[in-house]
């Protein structure tokens, strides 16, 4: 079979290298379609499958496609369109997720008239099945149809998909007119929540939990038998790694003396928690000040996109940072290095980030304080209620730092098995597969057992989108896209990393 996988960009592939990995081994062609390069060297992922599979290959789509006035036009109202999701009761309290898509959206939406008419029960249903007329009426970029017809895959699968404004749903258009079955794989926790929603269903879509099966159904009114329930196959190889060193060996990697004690600090993306520092040094004084938590010291790992505000941190006595520019586990050497970070501490804090779910499978306690400095980035966020909530919870929670030392010197007073219960339960319906299968083997027996040639039926949509489109989008929009132009750089373009990459030996790694 041969798959056809668009991602926004490479980094998207470390939640997805255990699929690939076994899709590739059985013989499947895998095409990549990347609308950018990865921000944090991620290409490194794309080109290590490269040299390792012949069945493996892909494009950069951006280097054969510039952005012009009417994809910008298409790209508001998209984020118009996803941002009616907001008006849903269930976000009341997402001020910064609201706003965070409010800023680029039509100013018609903006105004309190609409805003009024949209939080009116029943209007809100109405406008999403107008929006996926809107959707369909929208014009597509050729070079979709253009790279289709090149590869000719069997499949389609897309991965986030819910990007606020984002154009991956043209594949499930492009796919549907060519009777290809397109797969949505969710990529992480939050991703049904927290961003755009899926504006056409595909005709698959594969996910983690019963949590995100609700939220598919109620929030992106997708067809219960159109839903699968993996497991996070994302997390899979946390379950079977090991201690990459001894433990005297990585104390002195970080700099600590061996029989020290440490709390795992995990630092948030810079959404969730912007000035995070200011925080965490009022945290660390109470810890490090509290006569139940003596001989505790701090370990601080940094968010990857969020580690500059860090670089003072050393200023305070009993604190270390490792690594100091925070790293993206990418490859074996630095996923050794998180996970012997998670493995060698007593327990890990954190305000909202995915770290605390893997330091849950590691069966540590895990804690947060529920600060008001962050009130819009964990109760005002959906995918926060799920550690609090799913199974009796992941979390430790505390209102306040003084409570929080409260509950964290109670749960280091116990033994390392009663530490991780409560981790051990909610990670038992959180992240692992139904019936305690494989999440990876789920994933690929799903794509498996989809028939060839299974697209949806869509032409009542696409002729409702094609009346929208004649009557307003094309006045609207005000420009057409340049399809001779355009035509000439997809002949001129190759149409394979592999080939971009001929100058260079794919048999030694890649140097972004």
């Known amino acids: 079979m041969k798959i056809l996988f668009s991602a926004r960009h490479p980094s998207y592939l470390r939640n997805f290298t255990t699929v690939i990995e076994s899709l590739a081994a059985k013989g499947h062609e895998i095409f990549f379609v990347f609308d950018e390069n990865g921000r944090l060297g991620e290409d490194s992922l794309f080109h290590d499958f490269l040299r390792q599979y012949e069945t493996v290959d892909g494009i950069f789509v951006q280097k054969i496609f510039k952005r012009t006035s009417w994809r910008i036009k298409v790209e ?16 009341a309290d997402a001020h910064k997720l609201r706003a965070r898509v409010e800023k680029d959206v039509l100013p018609a939406l903006r105004t309190a008239r609409a805003k009024a008419w949209l939080a009116k029960a029943g209007n ?52 549907f007119r060519r009777n290809l079955p397109v797969v949505l794989g969710v990529t992480s926790w939050d991703n049904l929540t927290n961003k755009g929603w899926v504006r056409i269903p595909p005709t698959k879509t594969l996910l983690w ?87 505790v010291r701090i370990l601080v790992r940094p968010h990857p996109q969020n580690a500059a505000q ?38 890990v804090m954190g305000i909202n980030t995915s770290a605390m779910i ?20 964990q109760g005002g966020t959906l995918h926060f209620h799920h550690l609090t909530n799913i199974n009796g919870g992941l979390l430790y929670v505390a209102d306040t730092i003084e409570e929080g030392m409260d509950r964290l010197a109670e749960v280091l007073a116990l033994s390392p098995e009663e530490r991780g219960a409560r981790s051990r339960r909610f990670i038992a319906a959180f992240v692992r597969a139904p019936g305690g299968g494989d999440p990876v083997a789920c994933f690929v027996d799903a794509l498996e057992a989809i028939p060839l040639h299974s697209g949806r039926r869509t032409w009542g949509w696409s002729l409702a989108g094609t009346v929208v489109r004649w009557l307003y989008m094309r006045r609207f929009l005000g420009m057409r896209p340049d399809k001779l132009s355009l035509g000439k750089r997809i002949e001129a373009m190759p149409m394979s990393e592999r080939e971009v990459l001929k100058g260079a030996s794919l048999a030694e790694p890649h140097q972004e």
Request: hydrophobic fraction near 40%; charge should be negative; include cysteine.
């Open 124 to 175: 809100l249903k109405w406008a999403k099945r107008l929006a996926r007329i809107v959707e369909w009426s929208l014009p597509t970029q050729p070079v979709v149809g253009a790279i289709l017809d090149k590869v000719k895959p069997d499949m389609i699968v897309v991965t986030p998909l819910v990007s606020a404004g984002g154009d991956q749903v043209e594949w499930l258009r492009e796919g």
């Open 358 to 377: 893997e330091a849950g499978i590691q069966d540590k306690p895990v804690f947060t304080v529920c600060d008001a400095r962050f009130a819009d980035t």
């Open 310 to 347: 860090w670089k003072d941190l050393e200023d305070i006595d009993g604190v270390t940072l490792f690594p100091r520019d925070g790293a993206n586990p990418i490859d074996e050497g630095l996923k050794n290095d998180y996970f012997d970070t998670v493995s060698n501490a007593e327990a």
């Open 209 to 295: 939990n019963d949590a995100q099966r609700g939220e598919a159904i109620r929030h992106h009114f997708l067809a219960p038998d159109s839903i699968e329930v993996c497991g996070a196959w994302s997390y899979a190889h946390w379950f079977t790694w090991k201690p990459s060193c001894s433990r005297a060996d990585f104390m002195a990697k970080v700099g600590l003396p061996k029989d020290t004690r440490y709390l795992l600090y995990v630092g948030s993306s810079p959404f969730i928690a912007p000035n995070e520092y200011e925080f965490f040094r009022e945290y660390a004084r109470a810890l490090l000040a509290d006569p139940r938590l003596t001989g």
């Open 76 to 91: 508001e109202v998209r984020t118009s369109l996803d941002y009616l999701r907001y008006f849903d009761p269930e976000y």
